[in-house]
């Protein structure tokens, strides 16, 4: 089956990450410019505001390489109305061969929410997903990211419980409790 390198929804436009050196520019720039929204959550930015555009160019080219492995899904989040990439959107920590499950992985710029840009980029790479023959689909946020949790509430995720320190924060130096949700194929297909 090919794989889709576009998924185009009504609001957002999600397209497979390519390494250029214009589009490292681009994401380095906005987790700069978002980095007191970011780095609370999303450990990745917490080296990258202290580092340099290179390292976002070395995670593209990981993303590319990843992509033809079939071993991780990295898309950047579009807004239709404007063209701009606005986040980024991944399927994530793939168990393709047996048990069939990955999880969702997932952040906008600040301007860029509460527009429900994120419900619909998650709903299309849950698609992306399905169709590849994955049975389940997590989503896992820190139990104080309310604005995390709810994405995940309102698409019909179901809260499995909470998996104790189950993430290191860089930004805050400690470990933190995990909210674990997760879609099933069985709940989609009836559409929870
Ligand atoms: C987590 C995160 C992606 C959530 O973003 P968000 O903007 O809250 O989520 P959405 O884009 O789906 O927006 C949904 C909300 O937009 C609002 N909204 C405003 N106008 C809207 C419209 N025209 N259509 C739909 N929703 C709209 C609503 O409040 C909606 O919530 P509702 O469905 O309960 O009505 C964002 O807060 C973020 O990137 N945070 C920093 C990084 C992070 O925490 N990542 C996750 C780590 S686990």
Redesign the pocket.
Known sequence: MDIQEQLEGTKVVLKKYHATFELAQKLYDLTIENKE??LR??NWAVPLVSGRVEDEFAFLKICEEDWKNKSHFEFGIYEKETGEIV?GIGLIKLSPSCDKKAEI????VKK?????????AVQLVEKFAFDLGYNRLV????VS?A??R??AE?LGYVFEGVERQGHFCLAHKQFADINVFSKLRSEYEKGA
């Open positions: 929204h970011l959550w999303m986040g992985g997932y952040w906008l860029a929410c509460k527009k429900g840009y994120m419900q619909e989503i896992r946020n820190e990211n604005a995390s709810h994405v309102r």
